[in-house]
Nanobody, 114 residues
Framework: QVQLVESGGGLVQPGGSLRLSCAAS????????MGWYRQAPGKERDLVAS???????NYADSVKGRFTILRDNAKITVYLQMNSLKPEDTAVYYC????????WGQGTQVTVSS
């Protein structure tokens, strides 16, 4: 059974921080590279951060230096620590493998506004 459940989103002021969590069930995600994606209204869903099973990370230029992706392989859980948030970070955030499996969770809304 495959399921992705994101949590931790909310409303935060510019410059604030949030920590997102993704609980990934199903052995398919156990050793895959995992990532966080986001989709703003009217835009495509883009990968913003990824992490391999061994902990190697990659970030989109738009979030590099501000976001940190982590994973707990034992729990098959992925986290996204977001600092120095900007209004342009506002989006629905999703987790999935990279490249993505064809099942998506509901995502978690992140709104950065004063």
């Amino acid at each position: 059974q495959v399921q992705l459940v994101e949590s931790g989103g909310g409303l935060v002021q510019p410059g604030g921080s949030l920590r997102l969590s993704c609980a990934a069930s199903g052995s398919i995600f156990s050793i895959r590279t995992m990532g966080w994606y986001r989709q703003a209204p009217g835009k495509e869903r883009d990968l913003v951060a990824s992490i391999t099973f061994h902990g190697y990370t990659n970030y989109a230029d738009s979030v590099k230096g501000r976001f940190t992706i982590l994973r707990d392989n034992a729990k098959i859980t992925v986290y996204l620590q977001m600092n120095s948030l900007k209004p342009e970070d506002t989006a629905v955030y999703y987790c999935n493998s990279d490249p993505p499996y064809n099942t998506w969770g509901q995502g978690t809304q992140v709104t950065v506004s004063s």
